[in-house]
């Protein structure tokens, strides 16, 4: 583990879902404190509602900017981003103002990002009616924190055990994806792959680039695209230097991958890659955000407005969440202090 501890915001996401509670029980794990210096961008009001539930009866410490927090084992600094009326907010339901205060907890987070007063960012679940309430207009997290920071990418990418998992596209009907998934669209991505791995140490990454039809088209009988697209990009990205492998079955790509074999495995469409993590391992299926002025991690569950307010909620996706985001932090950061970046 890296001697650096990375400040790392963790937003408390929708708090009519089980957000407050995950939140509040990452912040209280043992290993968080050992591999950052964590404080959430959320509401005492809602934390102190899910330690009753949660039979819990933490320390607060409310702050207003991340150089006042303790960073304290069992002490939840908290910073929040204005008064609302939570006595309001409903456990388990769609609403404009918890809509809004997750918003202003993701907004705050970019904002710390931008002034560098903060080093990585973990994300629990928003809920997207609840967004759109508010006027946003961007589908999720990924899209937010894009337009937020006017980065000219944002590379999604799954950790899982040893698999490193991006996507050429995320929210899009199937049927779109494969028309999205062209020879140019492929190389930007394997172009962005490469730049993002190197930065946090992983020299000449081996990239595999799935393959989008059963058996990889079998030279043409069962789909083209191998040969008119995928093929081409990545001798493109061979050209360019880049340890670029494919294109691969995807039927066989992940398996090989969880071995190690890869540095990283480009899924060309969302389901692709997001199944064969989530049957590895749902809880510790977790998603990265590069391309961003910092790293940002998340859970990749949704707000369980079923059981939000019940105490039941488990913590162990952003836990995960939160210490991988912390080492990728980390790397970047053992980087730049040597020069590297």
Known sequence: MSKIKPITAITMGDPAGIGPEIVLQTMLDDQIHACCRPFIIGSRA??????????LSPSYHVINDPSEARYEQGVIDVLE???????????????QLAGQMAIDWIMKSIELGMAGKVDAVSTAPIHKGAIKLVGVKEPGHTEIYQHATNSPYALTMFSCHKLRVFFVSRHMSLIDACRYATKDVILDNIVNIDKELRKVGIENPRIAIA???PHNGDNGLFG???LTDIGPAVEAA??????AVGPCPADSVFHIGKSGVYDAILSLYHDQGHIACKTLDFEKSVTLTFGLPFIRGSVDHGTAFDIAGKGTAGAVSLIESTMVVAEYAAKQMERRENGCL
Not at 81 to 95: C, R
């Open 46 to 55: 809602m934390l102190e509602r899910a330690a009753a539930i949660l039979n």
């Open 81 to 95: 981003t204005g008064s609302y009326d939570t006595d309001s907010i409903e456990w388990g339901k769609v609403q």
């Open 211 to 213: 393959g989008l039809n």
């Open 224 to 226: 083209t695209e191998e």
């Open 238 to 243: 061979k050209a360019l230097g880049i340890n």
